[in-house]
């Protein structure tokens, strides 16, 4: 496709239940980057993946938080046993080749969780 | 510590003038980047300019500029000839380590609301 897509582009989750958010990288792209955004605030890091292999999850803020791309081109963001804090905007960003590269965003998952 | 501050919540400027936005950045690193995006109430992040510490020149797309000053670790964001469509959220944010664990990420400001008026 022309950019990054993401789906679902809202979700509403009871606390408690797992929740799965896709992101389909520009065609090509070996750098792929997840973020979470409160209100107000500026994204923040949550991990990355050069093609299959997660170089770095420093910003995974709990072991609820889990992230896969298995085969190097859609990556999955799994969120398991929702908690109100969890309730963000969750980005997903991708890069040609290099992490130096510029990174272009997806238009976002809007998580709520109740 | 955060790397990356911008002082100003919101910022109104009338249609055709120009504004800037002003980001200042914290980092150890020689090398690094800085990035200005774009987010509209839609939510996807618009990837606007980029300058790297080694540039000597201000780096411009269009009606954007960059208003690098590396002494005073300054990154303004120059807005020249505002339209309606410029109204959005704008972000600025730094890539620093070349290395290590960190290499990659971004970090982000906390954003300014600029609106043009008619």
């Known amino acids: 496709g022309a950019g990054v897509s993401q789906s679902p582009r809202y979700k509403v989750a009871k606390r408690g239940q797992d929740v799965a958010l896709r992101c389909d990288p520009i065609?090509?792209?070996?750098?792929l980057f997840w973020y979470q955004q409160a209100l107000g605030q500026g994204p923040e890091f949550l991990t990355y993946f050069q093609n299959e292999a997660q170089l770095d999850k420093s910003g995974l803020p709990s072991d609820r938080f889990f992230a896969e791309r298995p085969e190097g081109s859609v990556s999955t963001l799994k969120i398991q046993r929702t908690q109100q804090e969890d309730s963000a905007v969750y980005l997903c960003?991708?890069?040609?080749?290099?992490?130096?590269?510029?990174?272009?965003f997806g238009p976002g998952t809007r998580l709520l969780v109740l | 510590a955060q790397k990356i501050t911008q002082t100003q919540p919101g910022m109104f400027v009338q249609e055709k003038e120009a504004v800037t936005l002003d980001c200042t950045y914290d980092t150890s690193d020689q090398s690094y980047g800085l990035f200005w995006y774009k987010q509209p109430s839609s939510g996807e992040m618009i990837f606007l300019i980029y300058q790297g510490s080694y540039d000597e020149q201000n780096a411009t797309e269009g009606r954007y500029s960059l208003n690098f000053q590396k002494a005073r670790k300054s990154a303004n964001l120059v807005i020249s000839a505002s339209q309606l469509g410029d109204s959005a959220m704008y972000f600025c944010a730094m890539r620093d380590s070349d290395r290590g664990s960190t290499l990659g990420r971004l970090y982000f400001g906390r954003g300014t609301q600029l609106t043009v008026w008619p």
């Open positions: 960003a991708s890069s040609l080749i290099s992490v130096r590269e510029t990174q272009y």
């Open positions: 065609s090509g792209h070996v750098s």
